[in-house]
């Protein structure tokens, strides 16, 4: 029902900075949990960030914690996704997801296209 379109990917140096966009469709991007999650070569996929529908609950894996910053503007239909410290661990491609579960960590339903994130060393 709601459609998602990633943005702000591209090639960095590590220690750099790249902040991603996901513009969200429809009239009930406030009913949703937001998150967004990436995948590697040969790795799992993880959830990187995720906030919630009012944005006062926010998760990060550990391994971004301090460096990257998940925000929402209901009134613009877009969630965000501050990278800062960039490293090359850091490289995959970034997927912007929703969710209407209770829950920050699963039952993501919708999902974007991705962007491609690659750190050079």
């Known amino acids: 029902q709601v459609q998602l379109v990633e943005s702000g990917g591209g090639l960095v140096q590590a220690g750099g900075s790249l902040r991603l966009s996901c513009a969200a469709s429809?009239?009930?991007?406030?009913?949703?949990?937001m998150g967004w999650f990436r995948q590697a070569p040969g790795k799992e996929r993880e959830l990187v960030a995720a906030i919630s529908r009012n944005g006062r609950s926010l998760y990060y894996v550990d391994s971004v914690k301090g460096r990257f910053t998940i925000s929402r503007d209901n009134a613009k239909n877009t969630v965000y996704l501050q990278m800062n410290s960039l490293k090359p661990e850091d490289t995959a491609v970034y997927h912007c997801?929703?969710?209407?579960?209770?829950?920050?960590?699963?039952?993501?339903?919708?999902w974007g296209q991705g962007t491609q994130v690659t750190v050079s060393s």
């Open positions: 429809g009239r009930t991007f406030s009913r949703y949990n």
């Open positions: 997801a929703a969710s209407s579960s209770a829950s920050l960590y699963r039952e993501y339903d919708y």
